[in-house]
């Protein structure tokens, strides 16, 4: 279980360092794109054999899939930042996490894992947390209105992602594999970040800063930590991702919610509690 726990940490640590980003001036994009290349260098760095990079770029369907995927990664992470920057890192960690119900969903109707009534009366609780926690109070106070649906975006699209990852686990890729098929992931995401870089260069002159580079650096380990742990635990031998999936997320909202509330003090409006809880109390459903 210790690939569950490293996942759990890492995952947090994600939510928090983007927090940090609005503090400190960090342009999110840039910051970003060289967080993939941390990704790509870490990959290598796992992989036991070369050679299986080049056996996933010739197998067409995990091609396909990692073209897929580093858009997924890059445009999710991009929804992650501008949501924890503008609604808040708790707020933002619960609602990527509470999608734990597309792959739960998934895995029992496509995989025939077990999904009891208790797990259909989590997945009511998890829609119904995600709509309490959204901070209504300060989204009143914002101009862009649309900021009101990042954490629903980032819901989607983070069910989208752990469900992506389910498939591959299972039909696409060995243990050996789960190293280079990262790197091959991470460097799509890098290429479209760095186009989209290019592109803003031209048009509105925006070029690194040191500071910009730092975070990069410091936000690519647990961003790669996250993903490869998480695909090892996956492929605990006895172990249902229906039960890999709520554990990993109960411990991401509530390890990054506590600390974005006692270590960067965000603001704890009441009904937060409520939806605090029944997040909590909407994966323990799922658990059993």
């Not at 699209?157 to 594999?177: A, E």
């Not at 742990?229 to 249902?240: N, S, Y």
């Amino acid at each position: 279980m210790i690939y569950l726990i490293l996942s759990i940490i890492s995952s947090s640590a994600i939510f928090l360092i983007f927090k940090q980003f609005k503090k400190y001036e960090i342009n999110s994009l840039q910051a970003i794109v060289v967080n993939y290349l941390v990704c790509i260098i870490l990959g290598i760095s796992f992989t036991k054999n070369n050679s299986e990079l080049f056996i996933l770029v010739n197998n067409i369907p995990v091609f396909i899939f990692s073209l897929f995927l580093g858009g997924v990664f890059i445009f999710c992470f991009s929804l992650i930042s501008s949501s924890s920057q503008r609604v808040g890192a708790a707020v933002t960690s619960i609602a990527a996490k509470t999608s734990l119900i597309i792959p739960v969903l998934f895995a029992y109707f496509h995989l025939n894992e077990s999904l009891s009534l208790y797990r259909w009366g989590g997945i009511l609780l998890a829609i119904t947390s995600i709509f309490l926690l959204t901070p209504e109070r300060r989204l009143k106070t914002m101009k862009n209105r649309w900021v009101y649906f990042l954490p629903f975006l980032v819901f989607f699209t983070g069910g989208v992602l752990d469900t992506t990852v389910k498939i591959l686990q299972t039909f696409y890729l060995n243990n050996d594999q789960f190293a280079p098929f990262l790197s091959l992931v991470f460097s799509v995401a890098f290429i479209i970040g760095i186009i989209i870089t290019i592109t803003n260069y031209i048009i509105k002159n925006e070029v690194f800063s040191l500071k910009t580079i730092v975070a990069g650096l410091i936000l690519g380990i647990p961003n790669y930590c996250s993903v490869y742990f998480l695909l090892k635990a996956l492929d605990l031998p006895g172990i249902e991702s229906t039960f890999i999936f709520p554990v990993n997320n109960i411990g991401i909202i509530v390890l990054s919610s506590l600390s974005a509330w006692i270590f960067l003090r965000e603001k704890i409006e009441k009904k937060y509690f409520i939806g605090f809880s029944l997040a909590i109390l909407s994966i323990i459903f799922i658990m059993k």
